[in-house]
Every structure is written in C-alpha cells, then in structure tokens.
C-alpha cells in the first residue's frame, strides 16, 4: 500500500492535467450533419447542373446534343471497331465520310467545306511502359477542314510563316476489341462532327481554320494522330488543339489536361464556358509516368509542336438522355473557338 510519494505527486500532476469536458449536446451534432449534407446536396446539385441539349431543329449555328447524338448511334451500331477491321477501315470511314459530306452541304455561304481521306504509315518512339518504337501501316483517317470564304491565303497572322493557323479539334473512332466505343471515343466523334456542322453554318466567316481530325487509330498505339502531325499538308497550319478524349464512363464534361505552354488556353476556357469544370489531378499523374496510358495529347504535344487541352466527353448510362451530358463539350468548342 505504500506508494512511492513520488510516483503519487506524478499521478496527481497527470490528473490535473486533463482538462474536464461536457458532452457535446445532441442538438449541436444535429445541426452540424444537417449543414454538411445541406452543403453535399448543394454541391451536388450545382455539379449535375448543365446546359440544356438542343433538339434536332436547333438553329443551324448552334451545337445541338440531340443531331450529335444520332451519330453516336450510327458509330456504335457498327460495333467494335478495331484498327484494320473490315467495321473500322470500309464501315466506320464509309460512314464519317457521309458525315463530313453533310457538314460540307450545311455550310454557309460564309465558309468552305473540304474533307480529306488519308491513309499513310510511318514509325515513332514512344517513351511508355519502359519504352518501343510504335511502327504502322495504312492507318487511316477523315479529317474535315473548314475555313472562312474570304480568307487570305498565304501566312497566318502573328509572326510565324507558313499556312493560315488552324485550331485542330481531335477525337478517334477505332475501338478496343470488346466494345463499341461510345464513350471512347464514339462520344468525342459526335462532339466533333457536330462542331464542325455548326462553326461551318455559322453567318460569318471563320477568322481562323478549323480542322477537325477523325482518327482512325488511337488504341494501338496513337498512330493515326501521328500520321496525321507529320504527314499531312494541312496539319501544318494546326497551332493549338482539343483532344476530345473519354476518361472513364459518364459524368460531366471535364478538362483533363492542358499545356505544356500557352496558358491563354485554360484562361479562355475558365473565362468563358458557363460551367467550368477542371482537374490539374490527371496531368499530375500522367507526368509522373505513373499511370500506363496516354492519348493523342502526347502525340500533339510532342510531335505537333501544339499546345492545346484534353477534354472528356462521354454519355452518361440510362435513364438520362446521353445528350444531355454532349451538350456541353459540344457548347464549349464552340464558344471556346469564338475566342481563340
Ligand atoms: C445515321 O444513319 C442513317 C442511316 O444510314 C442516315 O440516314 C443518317 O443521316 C445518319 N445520321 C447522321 C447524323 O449522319
Ligand atoms: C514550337 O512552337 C513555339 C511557339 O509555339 C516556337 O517558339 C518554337 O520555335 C516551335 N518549335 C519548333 C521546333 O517548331
């Protein structure tokens, strides 16, 4: 029973150290979960909140989801279309060229309409998984070029010489083996195509070119993008781009990743879309060379001399109308191209 006085003194201290608490009353704990699920839902709310999709008898200047949709239908009613499939060389192309004819035959008197096949081969390195040379042949793809009928031919303006400067907006139709690709990248096309009718409808001339790059070759491993940078005449003029891009199935439109130089680019975006919705998460990863997969992002950047921005766009699963997530990647392009 005879403690050492000084282990008692050293208990007391202990003791009178701890400082006394009440219980926290339970209305305070009440009012505390209704504030943050109030805050969650709100955030919630606001995070779903899109623009509305335009139906098919929208204004012809206008993106409509539901005219981007039927070409997402049509794409993916062919099926899996993997690169050098009879689905993805002759039925995929046969049908983006019906497509591109359609945008051409909606063009205003304002602007011209010309569409490219091509088909090329060619070899790169890619600095991915530890490293290949990524050799093709005959990739192909559909690449629509639209430009003001007034434009003057010769240097773009600014300093550098060479074609008028052209924005490039860039998706990829082929497929994975198991899938028919509607969100990667059928979703992208859609936007694309549906872009290309309403800048080439618009009532005034377009200051600068766009290119719209219907790629034939992205899975296996970004080889149509690279036909595209280094072979074709028109990509000469190509100054910045948006990749149109899936990431994952579903959900809003978001921009994935932007750069490597030219910081106007995420400053027009947050300045002018009405819903701007970015993440920095996913470039941080890509340079860290954690994640083994890349886009045609690189292939821009690398070999293109391009600055430009990765967006997602996919639909989203029943019972929501898939259009209504198209609807603002579609309105961005096109309000993001009114600026550049
Ligand atoms: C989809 O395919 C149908 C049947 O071939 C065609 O009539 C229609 O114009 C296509 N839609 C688009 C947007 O190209
Ligand atoms: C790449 O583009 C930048 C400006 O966007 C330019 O200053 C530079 O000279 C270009 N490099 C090559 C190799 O074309």
């Not at 945008?103 to 991915?128: C, E, I, K, P």
């Not at 701007?276 to 340079?287: I, K, R, T, V, Y």
Request: negative net charge; contains cysteine.
């Amino acid at each position: 029973m005879n403690k050492d006085p000084e282990r008692r003194e050293e208990e007391l201290l202990l003791k009178e150290n701890v400082v006394e608490r009440g219980v926290v009353p339970v209305w305070v704990v009440c009012v505390c979960a209704c504030l943050t699920a109030g805050t969650l839902l709100a955030a919630g709310a606001v995070d779903r909140r899109l623009p509305e999709p335009l139906p098919t008898d929208a204004p012809a200047q206008l993106f409509s989801a539901e005219r981007a949709y039927e070409h997402l239908i049509n794409l993916t009613s062919i099926g899996p279309r993997v690169a050098g499939s009879y689905e993805n060389e002759v039925l995929a192309v046969r049908q983006l060229v019906s497509a591109a004819r359609s945008v051409a035959a909606a063009a205003s008197q304002h602007n011209l309409v010309d569409y490219d096949v091509f088909t090329a081969s060619g070899a790169f390195s890619l600095t991915f998984l530890d490293g290949m040379t990524n050799i093709y042949r005959d990739v192909q793809s559909v690449v629509i070029r639209i430009r003001g009928a007034g434009e003057a031919s010769g240097p773009g303006r600014g300093t550098r010489p060479g074609p008028p400067a052209a924005l490039l907006i860039n998706c990829h139709f082929d497929t994975v083996p198991d899938s028919p690709g509607a969100s990667d990248d059928g979703a992208g096309c859609a936007v694309a195509l549906e872009t290309a009718r309403a800048l080439a409808a618009s009532r005034r001339p377009l200051r600068h070119r766009v290119l719209v790059l219907l790629n034939g070759a992205e899975e296996n491993i970004l080889q149509a993008s690279h036909a595209f940078v280094s072979g074709h005449a028109w990509a000469r003029g190509a100054r910045a781009f948006i990749n149109i891009e899936a990431c994952g199935a579903g959900g809003r439109e978001v921009l994935f990743q932007a750069g490597p130089h030219d910081p106007w680019i995420v400053e027009v975006y947050a300045g002018a879309v009405p819903h701007p919705f970015a993440s920095s998460l996913a470039q941080e990863l890509f340079e860290s060379g954690l994640i083994p997969a890349d886009t045609d992002f690189r292939i821009f950047r690398d070999y293109g001399n391009m600055s430009g921005e990765r967006r997602h766009a996919s639909p989203l699963p029943a019972p929501r109308s898939p259009s209504v997530d198209i609807q603002p990647n579609g309105h961005y392009s096109i309000i993001i191209y009114s600026l550049v």
